[in-house]
């Protein structure tokens, strides 16, 4: 226990005690800063799995959507060739996006109003075949960005 700062001659008790007890004070700043560091780095990484996470999930969505819009349009083999499913994948990858880091937000809604306009001409029309891909392909790149970034 800290007594008095001057002992009854004089000499400065504060400063011994300081220094007979300089090791258990270095100790403590030691503990608390590790302390403070461990859960910065917990949050951090539990963050970036979350990135991760949401990242490749979209990713996957994005290829199946490709896929739907593909078939819709080239006819090809046992992939469902109706777009009204692409709904679905739409929606599914714009909730995913709200969990990453800007620009994917913002790309993610240039694809679902891309949808929302393009999908029912995408049986006969090649033009919005290639808009809705170039959206797939924005939001692709920008989630790619995105996990390279992570450390």
């Excluded at 400063?15 to 100790?27: K, Y």
């Excluded at 929302?116 to 790149?141: C, F, H, P, Y």
Aim: aromatic share 4%; hydrophobic share 40%; proline share 4%.
């Amino acid at each position: 226990m800290i007594g008095p700062l001057v002992d009854e001659n004089g000499n400065r008790t504060l400063r011994r005690q300081v220094s007979h007890n300089l090791v258990a004070i270095i100790s403590l700043a030691l503990a608390l800063s590790s302390l403070g560091y461990s859960a910065w780095r917990n949050e951090r990484t539990e963050r970036n799995r979350s990135i991760r996470q949401a990242g490749f999930e979209v990713l996957k969505n994005l290829g199946e959507l490709q896929m739907i819009v593909n078939a819709t349009h080239f006819g090809l083999g046992d992939v469902p060739t109706d777009p009204l499913s692409g709904w679905g994948r739409v929606s599914l990858i714009g909730d995913l996006c709200q969990l990453l880091s800007p620009p994917v937000p913002a790309e993610c809604e240039g694809l679902v109003h891309a949808w929302g306009v393009e999908w029912t001409q995408l049986r006969e029309d090649e033009a919005s075949v290639k808009r809705i891909s170039e959206r797939i392909d924005d939001v692709r790149n920008a989630v790619l960005a995105e996990l390279r970034r992570l450390r």
